[in-house]
């Protein structure tokens, strides 16, 4: 059973960084690229950010670009956000998930990822 899950959200001031974390089970990590998403209320689901298997390659949505960071760790299943430069509109609740495995990766696409993390909450005040 494939398992995503994620820590790091809270509460911080515009300007503020937070970095937060997925940590997946049962699933080869090092042969998954993940990706972030998030999700404010009465909106839809968007992407933030993805990586691919071997972190060399990184992608992110306009609106975080120079901001936020994603990396990984094979060694520990681990992939994280890095996000500095926190605006009141980066409010939502952030996901993380993990590709498909045998389909193309259409990294902006939520429907590209099978597997996903139960959520954490990240509010920023102005």
């Known amino acids: 059973q494939v398992q995503l899950v994620e820590s790091g959200g809270g509460l911080v001031q515009a300007g503020g960084s937070l970095r937060l974390s997925c940590t997946v089970s049962?699933?080869?990590?090092?042969?998954?690229?993940m990706g972030w998403f998030r999700q404010a209320p009465g909106t839809e689901r968007e992407f933030v950010a993805a990586?691919?298997?071997?972190?060399?390659?990184?992608y992110y949505s306009g609106s975080v670009k120079g901001r936020f960071t994603i990396s990984r760790d094979n060694a520990k299943s681990t992939v994280y956000l890095q996000m500095n430069s926190l605006k009141p509109e980066d409010t939502a609740v952030y996901y993380c998930?993990?590709?498909?495995?045998?389909?193309?990766?259409?990294?902006?696409?939520?429907?590209?990822?099978?597997?996903w993390g139960q959520g954490t909450q990240v509010t920023v005040s102005s």
């Open positions: 998930a993990a590709k498909r495995p045998g389909s193309m990766w259409s990294y902006q696409q939520p429907t590209t990822y099978d597997n």
């Open positions: 049962g699933r080869t990590f090092s042969s998954t690229a």
């Open positions: 990586i691919n298997r071997n972190g060399v390659n990184t």
